[in-house]
């Protein structure tokens, strides 16, 4: 069949834009400078900045776009670019309250501070370690202890001086007795010139060997005197007493000298109060712990015979500072990006030991910080998908970021069966939180969560593409420059970057952008520098990068091929020849990953008399989605408003995607279901050699669809494995011109002759070309000329409406017949 003159086809110079690589200013990529900013966002960078420059709460970002723009790179740039006005934020430590030790106290310090006082307290503690043992050996200490243990003597044998002489006056003596590992004085009277024991002496009585009232004599006596020996030994237990308390107190004095002479550098450097405090209550508890320091560490443990001891630990680890955030080596605020927010990574935890005794124990030294609070005075980036999927990560952000303030805990459900639990002193953060996200879920999580508004003030919105300036152009040659610099690749000819830039448009889908998926671009980059480095070759040309993508789309299309297998043995049964009334080839496209392709499907159309209207065979067996559906609906719409204006529509046309075994969605297909029907209804036959796409309002206005390249690749793919004919083509929307960039063959086939694609803007002039029958215009009196396709189908719809009332007449006067008396509609009496 012909192709109509009277429908131009599209301009050749409209089929594909090409960058000219003899415009571009330069031979390789090497004579440019590498790209240095962030391009094609400036909407998403204005916001951002925006966000970021005001220090209130809830104005963290939101940074939403699709995959593959390049989101995180742009965040991690501006981060770096911002942190740099500004200074390190603080150290932050947690020390041992030692007033309650389930309490820890936290300390600040000036950035790089907080390390040098953890050094300072390590120092303090070693010398401490060192001069005590000699401080209790020093000469000044054992003449303190010696003048006090002197004193006590003079004073002892002061009392038992006159107690040896009052006993003997009485006659009696003061014997030492052996009991156990001790020795203790014993009173007894002297008989015949020896000590007796008292119940010895009372026992002699008994027996009639000494006299009775001389025994109660001496026994009155004796307990007179042992009053006051209990007396005076209780006196002696009173100065032993005192005497321990003196030589703790010469003890206390000595080390507590020592300890403030080497606290006094601390205190006059750090002038915090709360430090000071620390440093007052940590010289009270070592005073009161004395004995570790005299020994050294070393503690005497019961059952060990006196002076053998044993390690336990470090007894000096409630001294210690535990350093939770360093940035000494920090010279701006600290930009952290955390690609595993696990509730541990993101927000810290208290780790526990088990002790000797099975018990899980834990202090303060134990309290280790996440990425949140190393990021305080700075800025986090996190992905939204990776952190909601954590449990208990984006209830304890929003917590944090709401008040401001961060509690280190513990998220374990077998936290419960410690023994003690820490309350860490909670720290006030002033983190900047970016969240990296997708637009869907951005707003899915908007809707459901009232706090993200609340917390996320600020959205930057990265576009998927940007204008096609020179500018622009000049941006994507210096991008390659920047890859292949960090890479070190091979630089890259004019032709090749003007290849790259080709593809950037096509991936824009549109003649007038550029992608901004400069990701995607870089991995050809790469890919394109592989097949140069094959072929030996000093620079990439436009042939490496032709080669880098031909081979990713290879590793890509096995369905597609498996489809066009099927295509090719009529196991999907596609026609490139011929015309068949009621029949058109519909173009789709699979999205698979990073493919996209598209392929033809037959769609058919039945009418017949009815009432039905319009039937959605995929709507009917529930394979439809609704998209699809509402164009099936504006079909019918377009019907009545050319049809029906003279008289009722009294037709069923049902219409289906053959050989379709899953769901159907979208309308950029209700164009081809229109000419189906028309064509059904008119009886004028379709041509099979031509695809058709676009959707179509009730005005019979054709609109632009998705995916115009590759349903336009697609049906070429078939009708050259088939046989090109010379007359096939394909039939787009006329606004999807300027989204053209078909590859290189398929522009060739068409510039040859070869195939040929129509740009369509009505129903009228794409009927028209698939039928080469006029579609006819409407007469005032809503009729059309007969020899067109609009006329037939609108004598066909007469006939179903005249059908229609002979039946409906034929079954109102059956019905009189059967209601007259005694008569009988089937025998005709």
């Known amino acids: 069949m012909p192709t109509n003159p009277t429908h131009p086809e599209v301009p050749s110079d409209k089929l594909r834009w090409r960058c000219d690589p003899s415009q571009l200013p330069f031979k390789t990529t090497d004579e440019i400078e590498p790209l240095d900013k962030i391009v094609g966002q400036a909407r998403g960078v204005e916001a951002f900045r925006y966000g970021m420059a005001i220090n209130k709460a809830g104005y963290n970002v939101f940074v939403t776009g699709e995959p593959h723009t390049g989101r995180m790179a742009s965040v991690e740039k501006l981060l770096q670019e911002l942190s740099h006005k500004h200074g390190a934020p603080d150290d932050l430590a947690y020390v041992n309250n030692f007033k309650n030790t389930d309490a820890p106290l936290l300390l600040r310090f000036k950035s790089g501070e907080g390390s040098e006082f953890r050094k300072e307290i390590h120092d303090l503690l070693d010398t401490l370690k060192r001069e005590a043992p000699q401080i209790f050996e020093s000469q000044e200490y054992v003449a303190r202890k010696k003048e006090i243990m002197e004193t006590y003597e003079r004073r002892t044998r002061d009392f038992f001086k006159d107690l040896d002489k009052r006993v003997k006056e009485e006659g009696f003596a003061l014997v030492q007795i052996q009991a156990g590992q001790m020795q203790r004085p014993e009173l007894m009277p002297i008989v015949d010139s020896e000590p007796v024991p008292m119940p010895r002496l009372e026992e002699m009585v008994e027996k009639g060997r000494f006299p009775r009232d001389e025994f109660e004599q001496i026994k009155e006596k ?312 094959q072929e030996k070759a000093a620079a990439v040309n436009e042939h490496h990068v032709q080669r880098a993508m031909d081979s990713r789309k290879y590793r890509d299309n096995l369905i597609e091929d498996k489809i066009q297998e099927m295509i090719d043995r009529d196991s999907i049964m596609i026609s490139t020849t011929g015309a068949v009334v009621g029949q058109v080839n519909g173009l789709s496209v699979y999205s698979l990953g990073d493919l996209a392709f598209g392929r033809p499907a037959r769609i058919t159309a039945n009418t017949a008399l009815g009432r039905e209207g319009v039937i959605n065979i995929e709507r009917e067996a529930q394979m439809s989605g609704p998209i699809h559906n509402k164009g099936v609906y504006i079909l019918s719409g377009y019907l009545r408003r050319v049809f029906a204006q003279n008289k009722p529509l009294s037709v069923s046309a049902s219409i289906a995607f053959e050989q379709s075994y899953s769901g159907i969605e979208g309308d950029s297909a209700s164009s081809t279901e229109m000419y189906a029907i028309l064509s059904s209804l008119s009886g004028v036959p379709l041509r099979q050699d031509i695809a058709v796409t676009g959707s179509v309002n009730q005005k019979g206005e054709v609109q632009p669809i998705g995916g115009v390249n590759e349903k336009v690749e697609g049906f070429y793919d078939v009708c050259k494995s088939k046989g090109l004919t010379g007359e096939q083509g394909v039939m787009i929307p006329h606004s999807n011109v300027q989204d053209l960039m078909l590859r290189k063959d398929v522009v060739q086939a068409i510039q040859e002759g070869k195939f040929h694609l129509w740009p369509v803007k009505t129903i009228a002039q794409g009927v028209e070309i698939l039928t080469g029958v006029p579609a006819g215009e409407q007469r005032e009196d809503f009729t059309f000329p007969e020899d067109t396709v609009f006329g037939k189908a609108d004598a066909k719809l007469k006939e179903l409406v005249e059908t229609m009332l002979k039946f409906a007449k034929a079954a109102e006067e059956g019905g009189k017949e059967q209601d007259k008396p005694g008569g009988c509609v089937d025998c005709g009496k």
């Open 222 to 533: 004796y307990d007179r005197l042992r009053g006051e020996i209990d007396k005076i030994f209780l006196e002696v237990r009173d100065l032993q007493k005192e005497l321990n308390e003196k030589g703790e107190q010469v003890d206390k004095h000595m080390f507590t000298a020592t300890a403030q002479r080497l606290m006094d550098p601390l205190r006059e450097k750090y002038t915090s109060e709360k430090i000071r405090k620390y440093l007052r209550d940590m010289l009270e508890d070592m005073v009161e712990n004395i004995d570790t320091f005299r020994t050294g560490g070393q503690q005497q443990i019961p059952g060990l015979p006196q002076g053998m001891t044993m390690i336990m630990g470090d007894p000096f680890m409630a001294y210690h500072v535990n350093l939770i955030v360093d940035n000494s080596e920090q010279e701006s605020p600290p930009v952290i990006r955390e690609g595993y927010p696990t509730y541990r990574n993101l927000f810290g935890s208290i780790e526990r030991v088990i002790d000797r005794t099975g018990v899980w124990r834990t202090d303060y030294s134990k309290i280790k910080v996440g990425s949140f609070l190393k990021a305080n005075g700075g800025y986090l980036v996190l992905n939204l998908m990776d952190a909601i999927m954590e449990p208990g990560v984006w209830p304890a952000l929003k917590r944090a970021l709401k008040t401001e303030r961060m509690e280190i805990q513990t998220f374990d459900p077998y936290y419960m069966f410690m023994s003690s639990s820490l309350k860490p002193e909670p720290i006030h953060v002033e983190v900047k939180v970016v969240v990296v996200a997708d637009t869907y879920l951005y707003h899915l999580l908007r809707q459901y969560d009232p706090d993200v508004q609340k917390i996320f003030r600020v959205r930057a919105d990265f576009d998927r593409s940007m204008d096609k300036t020179e500018d622009a152009v000049m941006a994507m040659a210096r991008f390659v420059r920047k890859e292949t610099q960090k890479e070190k690749l091979r630089p890259f000819e004019a032709s090749g970057v003007a290849a790259l830039v080709e593809e950037a448009v096509r991936l824009a889908g549109r003649q007038e952008k550029i992608t901004t998926r400069f990701p995607t671009i870089a991995e050809i980059i790469r890919e394109a520098d592989y097949w140069a480095e």
